[in-house]
């Protein structure tokens, strides 16, 4: 009977980010209702989402004594891991012993639990550990109640990454392109050659998991990889064996596939912006074909006839049984309950609300023995006769399957088909095999795996007391999973290419075959390097010569292997000394050392910004590494960008990466989004090369490239409107300043008052307001020009201007100028307000408009760098700038509008002066008459008159004293910059 998948949503309680953010709670449950608010817009209606169950893990627990402590309720609202192993995982330990395949999945961005709910922490056992324990404690009980079934269970772990299937138990077999996903007529898609380990009790699982987890930690690391990009797939297939009444020997099997998927977040940053290799760059393929599999098997199981999209990913692939057939589902989503995290949640609440329309069909998957190897017989002699015959027609896909596919997807479906048939008649042959070993076979097996696990504890043992690394990771699940024991003596540490096999290996991007030395004599480690162009820091700091370790200290081997010492002797002789280290920690400490401040006001943005320089700096590493390896001959760098060196009138600072060519000097800026999804692309490049395939890619997909005729921001000009207020002309020479806050020439513009036909006004036709109030209601009209460019270096040709004024959502862009010198734009634009609102006006007087100047850059070549590689080149920048670490981030700060001139200011002061003085003589004209014809009244009003002018006087005194280079004294001087605040606004009062 169709089931639907069923769907629990659960809510963790505040991370410490969050926290220090002051993040507001913005998720409620209630029953099975959950609730989300709308932080801007706090005074409408929550929505409103059902599920089969909304998990309250927010608060209401106490807090356990020690870290990994576990956490028990205190309210009955408050769901623990033993109430989600009841509801959710009870279910799946039933269905595996009825013979029914379970997929269990976790959905949610990065860091809102998901692991949480399917592995856990510490004491906090999630549901796969609980899965495990309780189906040994089960097979047990059924043996001692004399069962005559046999029981077994195998595990196998596996992991998706860049569309590429690793084999978690097995990572020898790296396979060029991953493990082959092939389909079988009746078990559906499976991995080839995936290693099913078998296994006894749940010791042995539970190291089987670890096992795993080290594996992809290793991976990880070598890649630089962030595992929140990856999706795990943990199997564990039951099978038991049994006579029926009729002799006959039965095989009932159950697979429980659990998935911890990836973040989901990185899915959309996918599409984000317009990147000319946005297609090739499958940063989360698998994820958005979930979430399009979702969709469709929602839109199916309303009645419409769509067709499901399981070939488009991996994981579509693997999870086709789970969604679309012989299975009982379950999803959890994990949730953040913070306000920041709003977009992100409603999403995952979205998603899930699709997931839950989904309907399965489980069937028990029981078979005789004999059966099921007669139908591999009865299969194999079909695909021995098709293939005689010429194999197109067997392995011809059907109309169905090839509905709308253009003729090239029908092919290589096609093509697919045909390897996969072949492929199945060996596999078909293994399987029979493998049916036919016996349970002792099984045994040996899992016994001989028992030594790893010996080893294993005598390792754990070894770090109570033996010095050793440990490693860090950005997923604290995988932090610690890696540690080297340093007992006395000497260790290298290098990559597998090293003619001696070093002691401790690592590999991947810029480990040198002999990297480092660490020796432990006398109870003191000392770490040294090896190679003059081996990475290596200490506590952030490049190290030149031996020095002793500390227990703690941060070790980064490379540009990814980062470790922390651990000491235990030392620690032990003073507790107090040692605090905890995080792998945030050691990436803050490695930024610091590098020039950004991390200690500043950690509040909201700065916060962010923070973050997103820990998770940047390491891919920047990673992205020269690859460079370097490859011979790119390109650099990046960290350029950290206010909204307006970005040419945006709101917005955040952000982190943005620049890249520069070191044989022609050409530079772009890239965003974070763009940088990262051309760091996938690299990393692919890299993978190919490491594994010897074909990594060269033609240059319209190479991504470390930009094409010579990009367009790039050359710099920005900063002309505020305040004249504009006055009605007041504006005519200046702007500097036009680039990301760094540094002048890359000039522009000049004008803003100039007309009538409403765009006739300019002059002086004489006196438009002059005394309070930009009064413009209010009226007509307001102006041109804006732009002139020439002067001063823009030369290596930029085909110049031109763009900006966008009030309310405008298009662009206005000027002609192309071949290149700077003179060149006039002879822009010109009439702006024509029928009536100035007291928004347009409130624009004009605080506004700006922001203009960027944009080129195309002329490469230059380089005679410096004409005969070196990317890796001596970088090598020689980093002696010559005497610096720390090869891509030492500039720390480029946004330009200052402060800076900006406010000359205009002194303008509309002058030409009040100007009125005054107008006034006074008329006043004391009217005086002279009054006194010439005694008229006593009309006297008394012009000396009052005459008061109030005469503040004149006072005001020329406070223009005194603004400082020279502001624009002060009373000589004419025009130029300069008044300070923002008090200066301006005690000119206004005077008025
Ligand atoms: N229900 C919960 N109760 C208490 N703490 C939780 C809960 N859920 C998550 N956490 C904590 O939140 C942090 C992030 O959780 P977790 O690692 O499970 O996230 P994730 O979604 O798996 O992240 P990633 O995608 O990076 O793997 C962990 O420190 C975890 O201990």
């Known amino acids: 009977m169709a089931e639907s998948v069923k769907v629990a949503v659960r809510c963790r309680p505040f991370n410490s980010r969050e926290k220090a953010r002051n993040a507001k709670l913005i998720i409620d449950m209630n029953g099975n209702t959950t609730t989300i608010s709308d932080p801007e817009a706090p005074n409408e209606e929550p929505r409103k989402f059902n599920f089969d169950y909304s998990y309250w893990s927010h608060d209401g627990y106490t807090v356990p004594a020690t870290d990994d402590g576990y956490l028990e309720a205190s309210n009955k609202k408050y769901c623990d891991q033993k109430r989600v192993f009841e509801d959710l995982g009870r279910g799946v330990l039933a269905n595996a012993w009825q013979g029914y395949n379970s997929c269990l999945f976790a959905y949610g961005q990065t860091g809102s639990g998901k692991s949480y709910s399917m592995v856990g922490y510490g004491e906090n056992k999630g549901i796969v550990p609980i899965f495990c324990d309780k189906i040994f404690q089960e097979i047990d009980q059924k043996k001692s109640e004399g069962t005559k079934a046999e029981y077994e269970v195998s595990y196998s772990m596996l992991e998706i990454y860049n569309e590429q299937v690793r084999d978690l138990l097995n990572p020898a077999s790296k396979k060029k392109g991953g493990l082959k996903i092939r389909e079988h007529p009746k078990k559906g898609f499976y991995v080839e050659s995936l290693r099913q380990t078998p296994v006894q009790s749940y010791v042995e699982i539970q190291a089987r998991m670890d096992e795993g987890v080290r594996n992809r930690t290793v991976a990880a690391t070598q890649m630089n990889a962030t595992s929140s990009r990856a999706h795990t797939i943990m199997s564990i297939i039951f099978t038991q064996k049994s006579v029926n009444d009729a002799g006959q020997e039965m095989a009932k099997t159950s697979v429980a596939n659990l998935v911890d998927l990836a973040g989901s977040e990185r899915a959309e940053s996918t599409g984000a912006t317009g990147d000319r290799l946005k297609e090739g760059a499958a940063i989360n393929q698998s994820l958005s074909s979930l979430g399009n599999v979702i969709s469709a098997l929602a839109d199916k199981s309303k009645g419409k006839n769509v067709k499901v999209p399981f070939r488009d990913s991996a994981l579509t692939k693997l999870l086709k049984n789970a969604l679309g057939g012989n299975s009982k589902t379950i999803m959890v989503a994990?949730?953040?309950?913070?306000?920041?995290?709003?977009?992100?949640?409603?999403?995952?609440?979205?998603?899930?609300?699709?997931?839950?329309?989904?309907?399965?069909?489980?069937?028990?998957?029981?078979?005789?023995?004999?059966?099921?190897?007669?139908?591999?017989?009865?299969?194999?002699?079909?695909?021995?006769?098709a293939i005689k015959a010429g194999g197109i027609v067997a392995a011809a896909p059907s109309d169905q399957e090839t509905a709308g596919m253009t003729e090239e997807e029908k092919d290589r479906l096609k093509q697919e088909m045909e390897e996969e048939m072949a492929a199945r008649l060996s596999d078909n042959e293994k399987e029979m095999e493998e049916m036919k070993k016996t349970w002792e076979d099984k045994l040996r097996q899992a016994q001989a795996s028992n030594v790893g696990d010996?080893?294993?504890?005598?390792?754990?043992?070894?770090?109570?007391?033996?010095?050793?690394l440990f490693n860090l990771n950005i997923d604290p699940a995988l932090s610690g999973m890696i540690v080297h024991i340093l007992a006395p003596g000497t260790y290298n540490v290098g990559s597998d290419k090293a003619e001696n096999k070093p002691q401790i290996v690592l590999n991947g991007l810029s480990i040198q075959k002999e990297h480092a030395v660490i020796t432990n004599e006398g109870?003191?480690?000392?770490?040294?390097?090896?190679?003059?162009?081996?990475?290596?820091?200490?506590n952030g700091d490049p190290i030149t010569s031996k020095m002793e370790l500390d227990h703690n200290d941060r070790v980064m081997f490379g540009s990814n292997h980062l470790y922390v010492f651990k000491h235990p002797a030392l620690k032990k002789a003073d507790p107090k000394k040692y605090g905890v280290v995080t792998y945030e920690m050691a990436q803050q400490e490695i930024a610091e050392k590098n020039g950004f401040d991390m200690s500043s006001k950690k509040t909201g943005e700065d916060l962010l910004l923070q973050e997103e320089l820990v998770e940047m700096i390491p891919m920047v590493e990673e992205a020269n590494a690859i460079s370097e390896e490859l011979d790119r001959k390109v650099k990046f760098e960290i350029v950290v960008m206010s909204p307006k060196a970005r040419g945006l009138a709101h917005g955040r600072t952000e982190v943005c990466v620049k890249l520069r060519n070191l044989q022609n000097e050409l530079e772009y800026i890239w965003s974070r989004d763009k940088f990262v999804r051309r760091k996938y692309l690299m990393q692919e490049m890299y993978e190919n090369f490491a594994d010897g395939s074909d990594w060269q890619l033609p240059e319209e997909k190479d991504p470390f490239t930009e094409p010579l005729n990009t367009n790039i921001q050359i710099g920005v000009v900063n002309v505020y409107l305040q004249s504009m207020a006055y009605m007041i002309e504006t005519r200046e020479s702007l500097e036009i300043s680039d990301y760094r806050g540094k002048q890359q020439g000039l522009l000049d513009v004008e803003i100039i008052p007309c009538d409403d036909k765009g006739k300019e006004l002059t002086e004489a036709d006196d438009v002059f307001v005394d309070d930009p109030k009064d413009l209010i209601s009226r007509c307001v009209n102006f041109v804006i020009k732009i002139k020439t460019v002067t001063g823009v270096p030369n290596r930029f040709k085909d110049i031109y201007c763009n900006y966008k004024m009030y309310l405008e959502s298009e662009e206005n862009k000027t002609d192309c100028k071949d290149s700077a010198g003179m060149s006039d734009f002879a822009f010109r634009k009439f702006y024509n307000f029928q009536v100035a609102t007291s928004q347009l006006v409130d624009y004009l007087q605080n506004g700006m408009l922001t203009i960027s100047v944009w080129g195309r850059q002329e490469p230059k070549t380089s005679s410096r760098t004409k005969n070196l590689n990317t890796a001596q080149i970088m090598m020689s920048e980093t002696l010559a700038k005497g610096s720390s670490s090869a891509s030492v981030a500039t720390m480029e700060t946004a330009v200052d509008s402060n800076k900006v001139a406010h000359h205009f200011q002194l303008a509309i002061f002058k030409k009040k002066q100007e009125r005054m003085e107008m006034k006074m003589n008329q006043m004391k004209k009217m005086l002279e008459v009054a006194e010439r014809n005694g008229k006593e009244r009309i006297q008394t009003e012009v000396i009052k008159q005459l008061l109030i002018a005469s503040n004149n006087q006072i005001a020329d005194k406070i223009i005194a004293r603004i400082p020279k280079d502001q624009g002060g004294g009373t000589s004419s001087n025009g130029g300069g910059h008044a300070p923002k605040g008090e200066t301006s606004s005690s000119v206004c009062t005077i008025m």
Request: hydrophobic share 35%.
């Open 454 to 468: 010996d080893s294993e504890r005598a390792k754990k043992e070894a770090r109570k007391n033996t010095p050793h």
């Open 523 to 538: 109870g003191k480690a000392f770490i040294e390097k090896v190679s003059p162009m081996a990475k290596l820091l200490v």
């Open 334 to 385: 994990a949730l953040s309950p913070a306000d920041i995290n709003y977009d992100e949640t409603l999403s995952t609440l979205r998603y899930a609300d699709r997931a839950k329309q989904i309907k399965t069909i489980a069937v028990v998957n029981e078979d005789p023995t004999e059966k099921l190897i007669r139908e591999l017989k009865e299969e194999n002699a079909r695909l021995m006769d």
